[in-house]
C-alpha cells in the first residue's frame, strides 16, 4: 500500500539552528516527491520538488531510494519558516495518478 | 491571475444542512481536486476529476458529492451536514492527471463548521 509517514507533528528549534523535517514513503515504484508548505491560515504552497533538484527558501530535500526517505533541510532556521509542512508522494497509478499528503509537521523556528 | 478559487472563505451550517462548496481555476488545468484538513490528519482526498467530464472518488467520499460543471469548475456537495464533516477545504488543480511535475495549485479554502 502507498503510504507516507512524518514522524515530528512538533519540532521546535532555535533561529539559526539546523532543522531536518523527515519524511519516508512506502511504494513499489519511483514516485515523484514534493515538500508542501502552509504558513499560519494560508494557503499551500509547493515548496519544492525532487526531480528539479532546487533549493527554495535556502531549503534542500534529498531523495534516498534505498531508505525510501525525502528529508526536507535547512542549514540556518529563520523565525519566517515557522509554518506547517507537508511530504507529498505522487504516486502514479492506473488510470490516474495522486497526491498523497502525510500528516505534517509543525516547525515552529524560536528568536 | 487568481489561480483557484474556493467560495465561500467560511460557512456554519447546522447538522443535516446542505450547501455546495465552489471552486473555479483560471489555469486551463484539466484535473481537479477535493482535500479536507483535520488536525492531526494532514490532507485526504475526497474526490478528484482527472479531466473535464470524470470524477473519481478518494480517500474519504462518503457524505459528499462533486460535479465538474466545466473544465473551470468543481463543486463539492454536502447532501445533509454532520459534525464530523467540521473541516477546512481545499480544491487543488493540476494541467493534468499525471503532470505532477508542474506541482497541485491549491485554493485559499472554506473553512466548514457544523454544529
Known amino acids: 500500500a502507498q503510504r507516507v509517514t512524518q514522524p515530528e507533528k512538533l519540532l521546535s528549534v532555535f533561529k539559526g539552528a539546523p532543522v531536518e523535517l523527515k519524511c519516508n514513503y512506502s511504494?513499489?515504484?519511483?514516485?515523484?516527491l514534493f515538500w508542501y508548505v502552509q504558513y499560519s491560515r494560508q494557503r499551500l504552497q509547493l515548496l519544492l520538488r525532487?526531480?528539479s533538484r532546487e533549493s527554495i527558501k535556502g531549503f534542500t530535500a534529498d531523495l534516498n531510494k534505498g531508505e525510501t526517505s525525502f528529508h526536507l533541510k535547512k542549514p540556518f532556521a529563520q523565525e519566517e519558516d515557522s509554518a506547517m509542512y507537508y511530504c507529498?508522494?505522487?504516486?502514479?497509478?492506473?488510470?490516474?495518478?495522486?497526491?498523497?499528503f502525510g500528516k505534517g509537521t509543525k516547525l515552529s523556528v524560536k528568536p | 491571475n487568481a489561480g483557484v478559487t474556493q467560495t465561500p472563505k467560511f460557512q456554519v451550517l447546522k447538522t443535516g444542512q446542505s450547501m455546495t462548496l465552489q471552486c473555479a481555476q483560471d489555469?486551463?488545468?484539466?484535473?481537479m481536486y477535493w482535500y479536507r484538513q483535520d488536525p492531526g490528519m494532514g490532507l485526504r482526498l475526497i474526490y478528484y476529476?482527472?479531466?473535464?467530464?470524470?470524477?473519481d472518488k478518494g480517500e474519504v467520499p462518503n457524505g459528499y458529492n462533486v460535479s465538474r460543471l466545466n473544465k473551470r469548475e468543481f463543486s463539492l456537495r454536502l447532501e445533509s451536514a454532520a459534525p464530523s464533516q467540521t473541516s477546512v477545504y481545499f480544491c487543488?488543480?493540476?494541467?493534468?492527471?499525471?503532470?505532477?511535475?508542474?506541482?497541485?495549485?491549491f485554493g485559499s479554502g472554506t473553512r466548514l463548521t457544523v454544529v
Open positions: 489555469m486551463n488545468h484539466n484535473s
Open positions: 511504494y513499489s515504484g519511483s514516485p515523484e
Open positions: 487543488a488543480s493540476t494541467p493534468g492527471p499525471f503532470r505532477a511535475n508542474y506541482g497541485y495549485t
Open positions: 507529498a508522494p505522487f504516486f502514479y497509478g492506473g488510470s490516474q495518478g495522486n497526491l498523497i
Open positions: 525532487h526531480i
Open positions: 476529476s482527472a479531466s473535464e467530464g470524470t470524477t
